[in-house]
């Protein structure tokens, strides 16, 4: 239920400079279950166990998960904050305006959208090699690559397609996401460990040196570091508790939304924590033989699953986590459309006046969906899949950190009147630490095999440091609420 009249969310939104243009149907449970639907345990936690497992073993599930999990779970705090104070669509890229000032907001803006349309590309191809891993199904060689950019492409369009519809259907469909991912999980959890014969407890504290495997497709390069491989093991929950940001993008589409994104972001993550590690401890557990669960690499999820399930019971509750892997990427694509309208909105991007369009029947930004749609379907076709997770983490880490830090710089200076979701003296002990940590996850990114990840970041830093300089300085004006939000509205 919603701690907010509807005429109060309108009014408020008119305060920070917007017309209500959006369908305002988004009760607080769809809006947490958004953002729980785009980390979903079921697609970034099955789809790269391998790269926790695969870097020191299963202390990388059992300690490096909670640990990383606390850590974003914190960042989701202070962004709660921020959103509190801020409920606007596209809500990073206005908060950076208004805390940071315009360069702020701007390059916030480019590495979230960014980083969220990176990151639809990244779910659906993961879940593309998922689902052929779990089911057994080999492409022939010379076709292999050219189908799963097809199929990639295509499941990309069907997303926009249901979002292209509006809110209403995305809604019901995040909805029953949301419920998919705790009932599947809880139930995957209660039958791996039912049919474990022997706990090795141990399985979850042990370092192991798994670097170097696969042979021939090593998740990380052959070192002896086991105390950076466990670092790197840190990329397992980054990759998979993302998104959560989704709450915040919604905003003018959430009922109570000064008091139900907050709660959205900071309970997302909370709940997908905690299932999380006790699913992948459950999988850790029931592995058959952990020094040959190291070579499966792609496929140990599904090796564990038909070792201990059994074949049939295996693959029913496959299919049931493909599903909620598809839904993974629509909850994304809903997201990444509603950044693409904000920024629009404020003439951001180009071709800002198609893409900030809503459609007069759906209310639905339509033109933005498709946008994103299609800037993730050519992702799909130029990089590999592991650099498109690497950079879509990495962007959005960068995203993430940006109007952090701008808070905390001007909490109780030009940021004095915040919103009914507070953190008080924690605020900003949180906030410096929620920046040093996405600083860390940002160079843990781009280390060797995602290396390719760390040109493309400098590139683009070095790209919107010239556009910024050379033309957007003088031209952007940032959100119509800047100037009177500077002087500590």
């Not at 950019?149 to 069907?158: Q, R």
């Not at 509603?338 to 629009?344: L, T």
């Not at 799909?380 to 993430?400: H, K, P, Q, W």
């Not at 979701?421 to 040093?436: C, D, H, S, Y």
């Amino acid at each position: 239920m919603s701690n907010q009249p509807p005429d109060d969310d309108e009014q408020l939104l008119r305060q920070l400079g917007y017309q209500p243009e959006l369908a305002r149907r988004l009760s607080g449970f769809s809006n947490f279950a958004l953002s729980l639907s785009i980390i979903c345990i079921l697609a970034g936690g099955i789809t790269s166990f391998h790269v926790g497992f695969n870097s020191a073993g299963g202390a990388s599930i059992g300690l490096g998960w909670p640990l990383v999990c606390l850590f974003s779970l914190g960042v989701a705090a202070t962004m709660g904050q921020v959103a509190s104070a801020f409920p606007t669509a596209g809500g990073l890229y206005h908060w950076g305006s208004i805390l940071g000032g315009r360069a702020c907001g701007w390059v916030t803006a480019w590495f979230n959208l960014a980083g969220l349309v990176t990151v639809l590309a990244a779910i659906n191809t993961g879940t593309y090699d998922f689902a052929t891993a779990a089911f057994g199904f080999t492409p022939a060689p010379e076709s292999a690559a050219l189908l799963r950019t097809l199929v990639v492409v295509v499941v990309t369009l069907s997303q926009a397609l249901l979002n292209h519809f509006g809110i209403r259907l995305t809604t019901q469909l995040t909805d029953f996401s949301g419920w998919l991912i705790l009932g599947l999980t809880t139930v995957l959890t209660v039958a791996l460990l039912w049919t474990t014969q022997h706990f090795e407890w141990s399985r979850l504290w042990t370092f192991t040196n798994f670097s170097g495997l696969p042979e021939g497709a090593a998740v990380f390069p052959k070192q002896e570091n086991l105390v950076w491989l466990f670092c790197l093991g840190f990329l397992l929950p980054a990759y998979t508790i993302t998104g959560f940001d989704a709450s915040a993008h919604t905003a003018e589409e959430t009922l109570g939304a000064a008091h139900n994104v907050p709660r959205g972001l900071v309970r997302s993550v909370a709940v997908s924590a905690l299932f999380g590690w006790v699913l992948l401890a459950a999988l850790l557990l029931a592995m058959p033989d952990v020094p040959l669960g190291a070579t499966k690499g792609f496929e140990i999820v599904p090796w564990i699953m038909k070792s201990a399930l059994g074949n049939g019971a295996a693959q029913a509750l496959l299919v049931g986590i493909v599903l909620a892997q598809y839904l993974c990427g629509l909850a994304a694509l809903t997201s990444a459309s509603r950044m693409a309208y904000a920024f629009a909105r404020d003439g951001g991007l180009p071709f800002a006046r198609q893409l900030r369009a809503v459609n007069p029947r759906t209310q639905s930004p339509s033109a933005a969906v498709w946008a994103a749609a299609l800037g993730s379907a050519t992702l799909v076709v130029l990089l590999r899949y592991e650099t498109i997770a690497a950079i879509g983490t990495v962007f959005l880490y960068v995203s993430y950190v940006l109007p952090v830090a701008a808070g905390c710089w001007a909490h109780g200076r030009s940021w004095t009147r915040f919103g009914p979701f507070q953190l008080g003296v924690w605020f900003k002990p949180l906030a410096v630490l929620a920046t040093l940590g996405c600083l860390f996850l940002l160079v843990l990114g781009v280390q060797p095999p995602n290396q390719q990840a760390r040109p493309i970041l400098g590139g683009t830093v070095a790209l919107m440091a010239v556009v910024w300089l050379t033309f957007e300085r003088k031209r952007f004006r940032g959100p119509p609420s800047l100037k009177t939000a500077e002087k500590g509205a």
